[in-house]
């Protein structure tokens, strides 16, 4: 049997940036931080960038966790 354990989580927050003028589509921006708490729940992710959401220019769109994870035999 496999067993994973997550060694780094990042927040991502995309911002629409408006719309590109030759096609009308939108066009988004991106922001990550690194160093966020792999125990980190979703709640507290959410609370964490609508407060970094507050400080930007751009409008927030959406709010984006990835994580990575070792993958090991037991």
């Known amino acids: ?8 989580s990042t927040l991502q927050l995309v911002l ?35 407060a970094f959401a507050g400080l930007q220019n751009r409008p927030l769109y959406n709010i984006i966790r990835k994580d990575t994870a070792d993958v090991t035999a037991e």
């Open 1 to 8: 049997m496999a067993a994973f354990e997550l060694t780094k």
């Open 16 to 50: 629409n940036d408006g719309n590109d003028f030759k096609t009308g589509m939108p066009v988004y921006k991106y922001k990550s931080f690194n160093n966020v708490k792999t125990s980190a729940t979703a709640d507290q992710l959410y609370a964490v960038a609508n």
